[in-house]
Each structure stands twice: as C-alpha cells, then as structure tokens.
Nanobody
Framework: VQLQAYGGGLVQAGGFLRLSCAAS????????MSWLRQVPGKPREFVAG????????FYSDSVKGRFTITRDNDKNTVYLQMDGLKAEDTGVYYC??????????????WGQGTLVTVSS
C-alpha cells in the first residue's frame, strides 16, 4: 500500500487545516489508519486513529476535542480535520496503516509526511 499525505501548510493559531491521506495499491477498507506527528528532537507521537469502518476512533489527550479523524473508503482516503490549532501542534504529520482492521498502534506502512506550521 502506498500512502500520500497532503494538506499541510502555515496557519495562524486558532485556525484550521484539513489533512488528507490517499492510498493506492490495495483497498483502504482492509486497514485501521492513524495520524502521527513529529517535531525535531522528539519521538513520533500518536495523534488519532480510526478502525477500518470508522466505528472506533481514538485521540491523544492533546488533540481531543479539536481534531477529528474520518475516512472515506470509497475514495481510499483518510482525513484529519484540525481545528483550534495551537503552536504546539506544529510538526510533520504522517499517516500510517496497520494490517489490522482495529487500531493496535502497530504500524505496517507509512506516508511521506506533510508539514504543519502554526504561528502564534
């Protein structure tokens, strides 16, 4: 499976962005999907995850209530709607998939990352 993440950019604090992760190669409906992010000097951290059919969603405490993960299996795409952005949300955002239909936090394939910069 190949993943292509896009939608990052520069936004002011309090603003919003919508990230997309488009998959090719195999149907996305086979996999649970997640978004993770990384800033220089820190380990990659989990942001949000979604089961294969969207029934189960998980969020880190730092984004809960502000970010929403969704998916459209017909379009083979996963989204991350980010509202109320804060400077600490700055980082490179990666989409990742698991060879599981439920979120197990054990990733098997990754997209290339898209940079989100939030100015304060």
């Amino acid at each position: 499976v190949q993943l292509q993440a896009y939608g990052g950019g520069l936004v002011q604090a309090g603003g919003f962005l919508r990230l997309s992760c488009a998959a090719s190669g195999r149907p996305l409906s086979l996999y649970a999907m997640s978004w993770l992010r990384q800033v220089p000097g820190k380990p990659r951290e989990f942001v949000a995850g979604i089961s294969w059919n969207g029934d189960s969603r998980f969020y880190s405490d730092s984004v809960k209530g502000r970010f929403t993960i969704t998916r459209d299996n017909d379009k083979n795409t996963v989204y991350l709607q980010m509202d109320g952005l804060k400077a600490e949300d700055t980082g490179v955002y990666y989409c990742a998939g698991e060879k599981s239909r439920i979120v197990l936090y054990d990733y098997d394939f990754w997209g290339q990352g898209t940079l989100v910069t939030v100015s304060s």
